[in-house]
């Protein structure tokens, strides 16, 4: 009775003044309640979503942490990033890459201003990737596990030691046939892991007697000029056996430098050299590992002289730690990640450096009209610049010709995709000006182009390019053919970027050209500044879209003999023996690397869509 | 102000005749502007008003007849419809500013690119011009930001800084809420007191009172009749004007 309304009802003069909404329907709890667990069906989709995502996520860090061998990886990076690029001529490479990130951190300051997350981002991600080395040194060194055996001579262990370090050797004897079920160790060679199951299965018929175990080992420290290593106890010597059972052997080095463990089978010293019977676990510990590429063993060859010469070295590469079981997280970073980072650490630095001084530049800039014109001007300056520094000219003396065959990597991927991009976006927005042009032969020419261009597969294209283009005019066989993939994957993009900027020019409403037209502006004028500016603008996602398919299309050269990143990494894991069982390791890497280079550009992409200058919103 | 033979029209129209595929548009039309005159063209939706003045500054093509502004006749030589637009300013019903463009550019576009004015100079007089119709705080915001009726005063400084003899207005408070419509038409006032040359299609019958000149009555395609507001509001002659006013008033 008392809501009845009134027949005449005025408002008090002052508006009542507004109140928070109700706390279920705001902050985390309200969104959650209102995109987590709206409904049943929701709740019910929402909980089998999360539980396959943390299942995906779970099982993959599992395996890259515990078991994955990124070393085909970071020991192949020189071939990842540029092929197999003439080495001495390898500074062309990295003067044309500065320019790149120099001129790609000046056009985020520019024109993606809020970019400032992406910068952070950058610095963040930096930051961690130098962390990684030194954190990496406060790690406890990886033990390393080796099998000595009956009837064959141990190796000698040879590792690099620094003064005040100390290394643990622990020598076990496998005398249980319960520890032969489970060698949840690492091994030195792949072999040895087969032996070693042969040699369990043996056991496990009863045809080899563990009972019988007489193995008697002696572990000698010596350093390089063989003098064995004193400790307070009296010299690093020590016998295992049963007579001398367990025990282990500690030595506090005197000195850096490189230090051999000797290791003697007693039957082998007498000359009775199938006498002892048995297995044993010798434990490494406190012992730096070093990669088996040819940058650190030099730099330790630099800093320490040759190793010592020994009959059967085992090294203390990383080659000696080899997992077939799991490992440890101080294992992993230590043996896959620092390397790795240790790697990129240097140019990594220094394109930052170079991103973040374009970017502030790009911000910052005083006379942001100068700075915009010359960024503009240098991107269309780089393109042609750099393929020219990077293949010089015959005879040259300061630029030699570096043939594009041996072009390769992510220097060629980057090299196909940004000459594609600059070279079909122009070719793209002409072709979709052409199509809706009034001249009919231009408009049939532009159709009959993107049609025909449509129609084909790029693989088809490529081939063309390759073997059939030659055929009709002779003087196109001498262009190279990186080159000659760079045209077929322009025309290819250029076609579709033609269709999307054509669907951009539709949405253009008419009294936009008849305003431009009555202040009396041009044709021309009324193009480029009134027509095209809204009409790209409003298509950015699909342009970007089809730049970032242009981006992985470029892998399909690798079909064509060329060795971009695809290429390059199929080449790896077939032609070094070592890395082959390896190829899942190598394909995740540049699936990560394409992935991360796609997300930045359609995240610019997004920044620029909502980015303050010019946009769309009404 | 200004204009020496003032004796002479600025736009002449002698039998134009437009047809949009069989339909015939205008019929016929003959209509002399002065120099300073305010014109402004009422009727019904479809009579063809907008199809005329458009015309004018040729966005539409005449098939027939002649139309000559200020001692050019348009035809379908290039170089004589880019002089003809720059003579004449238009202002349409949803006001096409360019929302890609700062209300600065959008006013200093033309001048900068089309009469080659340096871009100091063109941004200048765009202030000042922004200044007159009473927005000058807004130079940098985008037409997006801004209400219907600020952005159509943008449209016509806009339109202003090609500093054209002559300005077309094409229903201008059309699109307009009702708050906003005395804005524009107080700006358009103003500027018809100084002395513009202006033909105004509009709905507004308080404007055409009391600012125009003369007025001019479509229908179907023909001009019904014409005179001054005395003469329409008080004494109208033909039945479909008598009509028409008895509709809107």
């Not at chain 1, 085992?314 to 730690?321: F, G, H, I, Q, V």
């Not at chain 1, 790697?343 to 915009?372: H, S, T």
């Not at chain 2, 502004?69 to 637009?85: K, T, Y």
């Amino acid at each position: 009775m008392s809501g009845r309304t009134p027949e005449i009802y005025v408002a008090p003069t002052e508006a009542p003044p507004s109140r928070r909404p109700p706390v279920t329907s705001i902050g985390p709890l309200g969104w959650v309640r209102a995109n987590l667990f709206s409904s049943p069906a929701n709740s019910i989709a929402t909980v089998i979503t999360l539980a396959l995502v943390i299942w995906f996520i779970v099982s993959f860090l599992s395996w890259s942490i515990r078991s994955a061998q990124w070393g085909v990886v970071y020991n192949n990076l020189r071939l990842i990033g540029s092929g197999l690029y003439d080495r001495r001529e390898i500074w062309r490479v990295e003067l044309s890459t500065g320019i790149l990130v120099l001129l790609t951190g000046l056009s985020l300051g520019i024109w993606a201003r809020v970019a400032r997350a992406a910068f952070v981002a950058v610095l963040v991600t930096l930051g961690i990737i130098l962390l990684v080395p030194i954190l990496a040194a406060r790690i406890p060194q990886p033990t390393i596990h080796t099998l000595i055996e009956p009837r064959k001579s141990p190796s000698d262990f040879v590792f690099v030691g620094y003064k005040g370090e100390t290394v643990r050797f622990t020598l076990t004897p496998q005398t249980d046939l319960a520890d032969l079920d489970e060698p949840a160790i690492g091994f030195i060679e792949m072999q040895a892991r087969a032996e070693w199951s042969t040699q369990a299965r043996q056991a496990r018929a009863g045809d080899l007697d563990l009972a019988a175990y007489n193995l008697v080992v002696s572990l000698r420290l010596v350093d390089k000029t063989g003098r064995t290593v004193s400790t307070p106890d009296g010299p690093a010597e020590v016998r295992f056996g049963p007579d001398a059972p367990g025990g282990e052997l500690e030595a506090t080095l005197p000195a850096d430098g490189w230090y051999v463990l000797k290791v003697t089978r007693d039957d082998e010293a007498n000359g009775e050299r199938d006498d002892n019977e048995g297995y044993a676990w010798l434990r490494i510990d406190g012992v730096e590992l070093f990669s088996s590429q040819e940058g650190q063993t030099a730099t330790r060859e630099a800093e320490f002289g040759a190793p010592p010469q020994v009959e059967r070295p085992l090294y203390a590469e990383e080659k000696a730690y080899r997992f077939e079981g799991t490992r440890t997280f101080g294992e992993f970073i230590n043996l896959q990640i620092a390397p790795f980072f240790e790697r990129i650490a240097m140019p990594l630095a220094l394109g930052a450096a170079l991103f973040a001084n374009g970017w502030v530049i790009g911000v910052l800039g005083k006379r942001e009209r100068v700075v915009r014109r010359w960024t503009l001007i240098g991107w269309l300056v780089a393109t042609p610049v750099i393929l020219i520094i990077l293949r010089g000219f015959g005879g040259s003396r300061a630029l030699p010709l570096v043939s594009t065959s041996v072009w390769g990597g992510l220097l060629l991927t980057m090299l196909l995709t940004i000459v594609g991009i600059t070279a079909s976006f122009p070719l793209g927005v002409a072709l979709a000006l052409g199509r809706r042009s009034d001249l009919p032969v231009i408009k049939w020419t532009c159709t009959l182009f993107i049609e025909t261009i449509r129609g084909v597969p790029l693989i088809t294209i490529l081939f063309m390019a390759k073997l059939i283009v030659p055929f009709f005019w002779s003087g196109l066989s001498n262009i190279d053919l990186t080159i000659r993939m760079m045209i077929g994957l322009t025309l290819f993009s250029a076609a579709y970027l033609a269709e999307n900027v054509r669907g951009g020019l539709q949405i253009i409403p008419y009294g936009q050209i008849e305003a431009a037209r009555a202040l009396g502006l041009n044709p021309f004028l009324t193009t480029t500044f009134i027509v095209l500016p809204q009409a790209l603008r409003a298509v950015i996602p699909a342009i970007v879209g089809q730049f970032i398919s242009l981006f992985k299309d470029t892998s399909l050269v690798a079909v064509v003999g060329l060795f971009e990143l695809v290429g390059i990494v199929d080449t790896i894991v077939s032609g070094q023996p070592i890395y082959r069982p390896y190829q899942r390791e190598a394909y995740f890497f540049i699936a990560i690397v394409y992935f991360v280079i796609s997300y930045a550009m359609s995240d610019v992409s997004r920044r620029l869509e909502t980015s303050g200058a010019g946009s769309l919103r009404q | 102000m200004g204009n020496d033979n003032s004796n002479e029209p600025i736009i002449s129209c002698r039998d134009v005749n437009k047809w949009f595929g069989n339909f015939h548009v205008l019929k016929d039309v003959n209509l002399e502007v002065q120099p300073q005159e305010v014109v402004v063209i009422i009727g019904p939706s479809g009579s063809g008003k907008s199809t005329f003045i458009r015309c004018i500054n040729r966005l539409e093509e005449h098939q027939e007849g002649q139309i000559i502004v200020d001692g050019i006749e348009l035809s379908h030589d290039v170089r004589n419809i880019a002089a003809i637009r720059s003579e004449i300013g238009m202002v349409f019903q949803q006001f096409n500013l360019f929302p890609h463009l700062t209300v600065m550019q959008n006013v200093s576009l033309a001048p900068r690119y089309v009469r080659r004015q340096p871009r100091r100079n063109a941004e200048e007089s765009a202030l000042q011009l922004l200044a007159r119709v009473g927005i000058p705080e807004q130079a940098h915001k985008y037409p997006g930001q801004l209400s219907g009726g600020q952005q159509q005063r943008v449209a016509i400084a806009r339109a202003l800084a090609m500093q054209p003899k002559i300005m077309l207005f094409d229903e201008p408070t059309s699109a307009l809420d009702p708050e906003m419509i005395k804005e524009v038409l107080d700006v358009m006032k103003e500027l018809a007191q100084s002395g513009m040359t202006m033909l105004v299609v509009t709905h507004e019958m308080g404007f055409a009172r009391e600012v125009a000149d003369r007025i001019v009555l479509f229908d179907e395609g023909r001009i019904v009749e014409m005179g001054t507001p005395e003469h329409f509001f008080t004494n109208p002659q033909h039945e479909r004007t008598k009509l028409f006013l008895s509709q809107i008033l």
